[in-house]
Nanobody, 126 residues
Framework: QVQPVESGGGLVQPGGSLRLSCAAS????????VAWFRQAPGREREFVAA?????????YYSDSVKGRFSMSRDRPNSAVHLQMNRLTPEDTAVYYC??????????????????WGQGTQVTVSS
């Protein structure tokens, strides 16, 4: 079973950029969907973005990050990346990578994923 491992979090100023990575441990991400969720203090965990390998590959984004964040993958299917641009303090959260085999209706929900990483902190502050 593939285990996602996040890296790349840190402190960045508003308007800056950061790139998160999620590496596949134990296997590859081929055949799975990989998603990013985030959780800010006092708030519920929310969907950020997802990539689904089936059907040639489809990427999904939440409205709050569309146009600022983008997902990419390594061709060996061993890692995915989340490029985050034009960051704001509202993007401050712990970012989690998750993997699973969700159906279309659950690809933006936590229930669609059964394996989670430990999370990486992203702080946007001046």
């Amino acid at each position: 079973q593939v285990q996602p491992v996040e890296s790349g979090g840190g402190l960045v100023q508003p308007g800056g950029s950061l790139r998160l990575s999620c590496a596949a441990s134990g296997s590859t991400f081929a055949g799975y969907a990989v998603a990013w969720f985030r959780q800010a203090p006092g708030r519920e965990r929310e969907f950020v973005a997802a990539f689904r390998w089936s059907g040639g590959g489809t990427t999904y984004y939440s409205d709050s990050v569309k146009g600022r964040f983008s997902m990419s993958r390594d061709r060996p299917n061993s890692a995915v990346h989340l490029q985050m641009n034009r960051l704001t303090p509202e993007d401050t959260a712990v970012y989690y990578c998750a993997t699973g085999r969700p159906i279309i209706s659950t690809i933006t929900t936590m229930g669609g994923y059964n394996t989670w990483g430990q999370g990486t902190q992203v702080t946007v502050s001046s």
